[in-house]
C-alpha cells in the first residue's frame, strides 16, 4: 500500500530534513560505515525544490547493495534497514529531538506489487558523508504521489497537493493513471481514481 504519512514539523526552530540527513551520513562516516538509500515522499520532493515545508518523515522505498559506488549498484527492499544506518537514525532522533520512526522503510512493501517501469534507470544520487541518498525521479514520484492520493484521502490529502506541485503533464498523469489502475482492482478503487485524476486535470 502506499499512502504513508507526512507529519509536519510543529515549530519554525524544527531541523530540515536535509541538515538530518546529513548528520546521519556524518555519524556512518565517523564510524568508517556507509550505506546506501533511495527515498520517495514528501522529502524527495522537498530535496528536488518541488515543494517547500517541514517535514519529520523519510519514505525509504530502497537500499543499495554496494552503498560507496551507489550509481553502480542494484538496488532491494529496504528491509531490514543496515544495523549501522538504525544506530545512526536513532541518534539523530534523539539529538534532532526527532520521532524514533522520522526515517522509516514502510513504503517498501509498493515490491510486493511493482515499482513503475524504468525506476532504478531514472534515480538521482547525492552523497552525505557516508550517506548516499538516491532520490526518486519527478516521474516516478508523480506515479507514486497519484497511488497516495486514491489510496488515503483522495484531493483532500497532502499526497494530492504534493501531485499538483509536481506538474503533471497529460501523457504523464495518464501514464501514472494506467500504472495506478493495476495496484488495485476493485471498483472502488477504480472510482477514487477517475475522482483523483479528475480534480488534477481541472486543479493543475
Given at each position: 500500500m502506499m499512502g504513508g504519512s507526512t507529519p509536519e514539523a510543529s515549530s519554525h526552530d524544527a531541523p530540515t530534513i536535509l541538515q538530518?540527513?546529513?548528520a546521519v551520513g556524518e555519524?556512518?562516516?565517523?564510524?568508517?560505515?556507509?550505506?546506501?538509500?533511495?527515498?520517495?515522499?514528501?522529502?524527495?520532493?522537498?530535496?528536488?525544490?518541488?515543494?517547500?515545508?517541514?517535514?519529520?518523515?523519510?519514505?525509504?522505498?530502497?537500499?543499495?547493495?554496494?552503498p560507496r559506488d551507489a550509481s553502480g549498484s542494484r538496488i532491494g527492499r529496504a528491509e531490514p534497514l543496515p544495523q549501522p544506518l538504525t544506530r545512526a537514525i536513532a541518534r539523530v532522533a534523539r539529538d534532532f529531538n526527532l520521532p524514533e520512526t522520522w526515517m522509516n522503510s514502510t513504503v517498501t512493501a509498493q515490491w510486493d506489487q511493482?515499482?513503475?517501469p524504468g525506476f532504478e534507470e531514472r534515480i538521482h544520487w547525492q552523497k552525505h558523508g557516508g550517506l548516499v541518498v538516491g532520490v526518486a525521479?519527478?516521474?516516478d514520484l508523480i506515479f507514486l504521489k497519484l497511488y497516495a492520493a486514491v489510496d488515503s484521502e483522495g484531493p483532500e490529502s497532502v499526497h494530492y497537493q504534493d501531485l499538483?506541485?509536481?506538474?503533471?503533464s497529460h501523457e504523464e498523469l495518464e501514464g501514472a493513471a494506467t500504472w495506478v489502475r493495476a495496484q488495485?482492482?476493485?471498483?472502488?478503487?477504480?472510482?477514487?481514481?477517475?475522482?483523483?485524476?479528475?480534480?488534477?486535470?481541472?486543479?493543475?
Open positions: 538530518a540527513l546529513k555519524l556512518l562516516a565517523a564510524e568508517g560505515e556507509a550505506a546506501g538509500i533511495v527515498i520517495v515522499g514528501g522529502t524527495a520532493l522537498i530535496l528536488q525544490g518541488f515543494v517547500e515545508r517541514l517535514t519529520e518523515d523519510v519514505d525509504v522505498i530502497a537500499i543499495t547493495h554496494e511493482g515499482l513503475p525521479h519527478r516521474r499538483l506541485a509536481l506538474r503533471p488495485d482492482t476493485s471498483v472502488e478503487f477504480a472510482s477514487m481514481l477517475d475522482e483523483v485524476v479528475s480534480h488534477v486535470r481541472r486543479d493543475r
